[in-house]
């Protein structure tokens, strides 16, 4: 979502909020703009709508020099993408101000402040906040107490940056609900949303939590917590450098995180299995207990990964028989439940910020969930530091939009999962040991899937003037068809859907011709012989069919009839295996169109508002 970057230093920082903006890119946004105190503490703004590129093109005609500064782009909620709604707001040219999350009450706080004589220049939930500040810095003359006794009449998420011109050395933090990390430099600190905005200047940071405030200076940092307590929280030495975060060779983001694919699987697994076993330990001291008494589990995540919780359900149910249901966060939060006791509550997410997940997790607690657990890309983050216990994908930084090598390491560690409550349940011993074998080999099963590239580019271009598209998959399939659907979608904006293949006959049928090409996995598993009967039924109506296949499968192409040989995999690896084609399809689609394919439209990487 919306991106925050600020500074306080004893040098130029324009230059640094640029390129932490620069490097925000990826979460998705509709403008940008950046805001200094010049060197006699008067602000300079600059705001425009679209990339940062126009942002950075604006700088270079009106330079902003000065110590102090915050920028931000913008993923519009209230308000459309124009530069009256772009940020940093500004109050009477005394206070300004940066913002991440929504304003619930914010119409209320509104009709107040203009009856108290405040004018409203945008459209957005933000300006009543600035507006707050600036009341209550009249009245106390500080920017600490004037920001803490705002964010007490907020309702809502929110991550603020805050600088004023009567005190030009000091930018006010504080979150809830919306991620926020302060990085540590020599003489000045700064502020982000991201860690991976502030690798060229620091490998240093301090994660905040739920409710903290910090005060800052270039030489002090003072944190409080919720209840108003000075605090100190633990600095952060961080081994990334900011080349993790380039393209390098590749012509985009999404295109290097396929084929970072096989590495990423291989960190997940390291140090997670012995010889024959999955470590327990792994996922938390405390685990080997917890795990023991599991009797059901719950899974809530969102988009990408809840197709991960999909596929984790038929691994749960078939291999260690135990009751599995996976739900959409979102709705989770909104229906009533009958919680069997003890279940273990999984959430899933690449970020760890994802705002309807948290809240699932913060229902389950109030539920009597007894014990949670998190799969997650983003150490530090607020879903890792809420649950009972953590499996990190190390998946590496992410920054293409749409999730490839986050979902697959996501199941590579629901599979480790499997066979950790499998352990307690019936699941065979034979059987883990076979998994456990397997999976040292699937980083390199993993690349012989992505030699298949030059032959899936030349399948992407019989898409090129195609505006639907069908997925079809049987059994664990299904979600993995699901997901082939959202990423041709997501970066091509060709409308797909995704149906079990049994379903056919239940309306998709109606909408096969010969200009809607269907897409079908098919493994060389007990379903096999089903899928081909549901395959003959859109040939036999001059459907189109693009059918991922084992190489043991006889299947011949034809005019309307393309078969692509995916190489022999066990069954428990096929939801992996099988993706990564439909990853590559749906990234030479969008090649081919020419849309953005690291920052689709109207999307965000991270969703950290509801």
Same mark, same amino acid.
């Given at each position: 979502?919306?991106?925050?970057?600020?500074?306080?230093?004893?040098?130029?920082?324009? =230059? !640094?909020?640029?390129?932490?903006?620069?490097?925000?890119?990826?979460?998705?946004?509709?403008?940008?703009?950046?805001?200094?105190?010049?060197?006699?503490?008067?602000?300079?703004?600059?705001?425009?709508?679209?990339?940062?590129?126009?942002?950075?093109? #604006?700088?270079?005609?009106?330079?902003?020099?000065?110590?102090?500064?915050? #920028?931000?782009?913008?993923?519009?909620?209230?308000?459309?993408?124009?530069?009256?709604? /772009?940020?940093?707001?500004?109050?009477?040219?005394?206070?300004?101000?940066?913002?991440?999350?929504?304003?619930?009450?914010?119409?209320?706080?509104?009709?107040?402040?203009?009856?108290?004589?405040?004018?409203?220049?945008?459209?957005?939930?933000?300006?009543?906040?600035?507006?707050?500040?600036?009341?209550?810095?009249?009245?106390?003359?500080?920017?600490?107490?004037?920001?803490?006794?705002?964010?007490?009449?907020?309702?809502?998420?929110? #991550?603020?940056?805050?600088?004023?011109?009567?005190?030009?050395?000091?930018?006010?933090?504080?979150?809830?609900?919306?991620?926020?990390?302060?990085?540590?430099?020599?003489?000045?600190?700064?502020? *982000?949303?991201?860690?991976?905005?502030?690798?060229?200047?620091?490998?240093?940071?301090?994660?905040?939590?739920?409710?903290?405030?910090?005060?800052?200076?270039?030489?002090?940092?003072?944190?409080?917590?919720?209840?108003?307590?000075?605090?100190?929280?633990?600095?952060?030495?961080?081994?990334?450098?900011?080349?993790?975060?380039?393209?390098?060779? &590749?012509?985009?983001?999404?295109?290097?995180?396929?084929?970072?694919?096989?590495?990423?699987? /291989?960190?997940?697994?390291?140090?997670?299995?012995?010889?024959?076993?999955?470590?327990?330990?792994?996922?938390?001291?405390?685990?080997?207990?917890?795990?023991?008494?599991?009797? *059901?589990?719950? !899974?809530?995540?969102?988009?990408?990964?809840?197709?991960?919780?999909?596929?984790?359900? &038929?691994?749960?149910?078939?291999?260690?028989?135990?009751?599995?249901?996976?739900?959409?966060?979102?709705?989770?939060?909104?229906?009533?439940?009958?919680?069997?006791?003890?279940?273990?509550?999984?959430?899933?997410?690449?970020?760890?910020?994802? *705002?309807?997940?948290?809240?699932?997790?913060?229902?389950?607690?109030?539920?009597?969930?007894?014990?949670?657990?998190?799969?997650?890309?983003? =150490?530090?983050?607020?879903?890792?530091?809420?649950?009972?216990?953590?499996?990190?994908?190390?998946?590496?930084?992410?920054?293409?939009?749409?999730?490839?090598?986050?979902?697959?390491?996501?199941?590579?560690?629901?599979?480790?999962?499997?066979?950790?409550?499998?352990?307690?349940?019936?699941?065979?011993?034979?059987?883990?040991?076979?998994?456990?074998?397997?999976?040292?080999?699937?980083?390199?099963?993993?690349?012989?899937?992505?030699?298949?590239?030059?032959?899936?580019? !030349?399948?992407?271009?019989?898409?090129?003037?195609?505006?639907?598209?069908?997925?079809?998959?049987?059994?664990?399939?299904?979600?993995?068809?699901?997901?082939?659907?959202?990423?041709?979608?997501?970066?091509?904006?060709?409308?797909?859907?995704?149906?079990?293949?049994?379903?056919?006959?239940?309306? =998709?049928?109606?909408?096969?011709?010969?200009?809607?090409?269907?897409?079908?996995?098919?493994?060389?598993?007990?379903?096999?012989?089903?899928?081909?009967?549901?395959?003959?039924?859109?040939?036999?109506?001059?459907?189109? @069919?693009?059918?991922?296949?084992?190489?043991?499968?006889?299947?011949?192409?034809?005019?309307?009839?393309?078969?692509?040989?995916?190489?022999?995999?066990?069954?428990?690896?096929?939801?992996?295996?099988?993706?990564?084609?439909?990853?590559?399809?749906? &990234?030479?689609?969008?090649? @081919?169109?020419?849309?953005?394919?690291?920052?689709?439209?109207?999307?965000?990487?991270?969703?950290?508002?509801?």
């Amino acid at each position: 979502m919306c991106g925050i970057v600020g500074a306080v230093a004893q040098r130029f920082v324009a =230059p !640094i909020l640029l390129e932490g903006l620069r490097r925000l890119e990826y979460r998705g946004y509709d403008s940008a703009g950046m805001a200094i105190l010049d060197q006699t503490h008067c602000i300079q703004r600059h705001r425009t709508k679209g990339k940062v590129a126009g942002l950075a093109k #604006a700088i270079v005609q009106s330079p902003l020099d000065g110590y102090v500064g915050i #920028a931000h782009t913008r993923w519009a909620t209230h308000g459309e993408p124009l530069v009256k709604n /772009a940020h940093p707001h500004i109050c009477r040219q005394q206070i300004v101000l940066v913002h991440n999350g929504i304003i619930e009450n914010h119409e209320d706080l509104k009709q107040q402040q203009l009856t108290e004589g405040y004018e409203f220049t945008s459209d957005t939930d933000t300006e009543v906040v600035v507006h707050q500040v600036y009341k209550y810095y009249q009245q106390c003359q500080d920017l600490f107490q004037a920001v803490k006794a705002t964010i007490a009449e907020l309702e809502g998420s929110y #991550a603020l940056g805050v600088i004023a011109t009567q005190e030009p050395q000091r930018l006010i933090v504080t979150r809830s609900g919306s991620p926020l990390v302060i990085g540590i430099g020599i003489g000045e600190h700064f502020i *982000a949303s991201d860690i991976f905005a502030l690798l060229p200047v620091t490998r240093r940071f301090i994660f905040l939590e739920e409710g903290d405030m910090a005060d800052l200076t270039p030489t002090q940092c003072h944190i409080y917590d919720q209840s108003g307590k000075l605090v100190e929280r633990p600095i952060k030495d961080l081994d990334m450098s900011a080349d993790a975060v380039e393209k390098g060779q &590749y012509r985009h983001y999404m295109l290097k995180e396929i084929f970072e694919q096989s590495e990423a699987i /291989a960190n997940t697994l390291e140090g997670r299995i012995s010889t024959n076993k999955v470590l327990i330990e792994s996922f938390g001291l405390e685990a080997k207990a917890i795990f023991a008494q599991i009797e *059901a589990v719950q !899974i809530v995540a969102c988009g990408t990964s809840y197709h991960a919780g999909l596929i984790a359900t &038929y691994w749960l149910e078939q291999y260690v028989g135990l009751p599995c249901r996976v739900e959409v966060a979102s709705e989770f939060r909104y229906r009533n439940h009958i919680v069997k006791q003890p279940s273990l509550f999984v959430t899933i997410s690449q970020s760890g910020e994802t *705002a309807d997940t948290l809240a699932a997790l913060r229902v389950a607690k109030q539920l009597g969930y007894q014990y949670s657990l998190c799969i997650c890309n983003v =150490p530090e983050s607020s879903l890792v530091r809420e649950s009972d216990l953590v499996l990190m994908t190390r998946a590496g930084p992410e920054i293409g939009v749409a999730s490839t090598k986050a979902f697959t390491t996501q199941l590579t560690a629901l599979l480790l999962l499997v066979l950790a409550l499998g352990r307690y349940n019936s699941l065979d011993t034979e059987f883990e040991h076979e998994v456990i074998t397997n999976l040292r080999h699937l980083p390199s099963q993993v690349q012989e899937v992505l030699a298949l590239e030059p032959a899936i580019e !030349i399948l992407s271009q019989l898409f090129n003037e195609k505006h639907h598209t069908l997925f079809l998959g049987r059994g664990a399939q299904y979600p993995v068809a699901m997901e082939g659907a959202l990423k041709l979608k997501e970066i091509s904006y060709i409308h797909a859907e995704a149906y079990p293949a049994g379903e056919l006959k239940h309306g =998709p049928l109606a909408l096969i011709d010969t200009e809607m090409p269907v897409v079908a996995v098919a493994p060389n598993d007990e379903l096999l012989e089903k899928l081909k009967s549901n395959l003959k039924e859109v040939e036999a109506r001059g459907g189109q @069919l693009f059918i991922f296949a084992d190489q043991a499968i006889v299947i011949e192409s034809q005019a309307n009839i393309h078969v692509l040989s995916v190489p022999t995999i066990a069954d428990y690896f096929a939801p992996i295996i099988y993706t990564i084609p439909l990853q590559l399809l749906a &990234y030479h689609v969008a090649v @081919l169109k020419g849309t953005d394919v690291d920052q689709p439209r109207n999307l965000a990487k991270s969703v950290t508002v509801e």
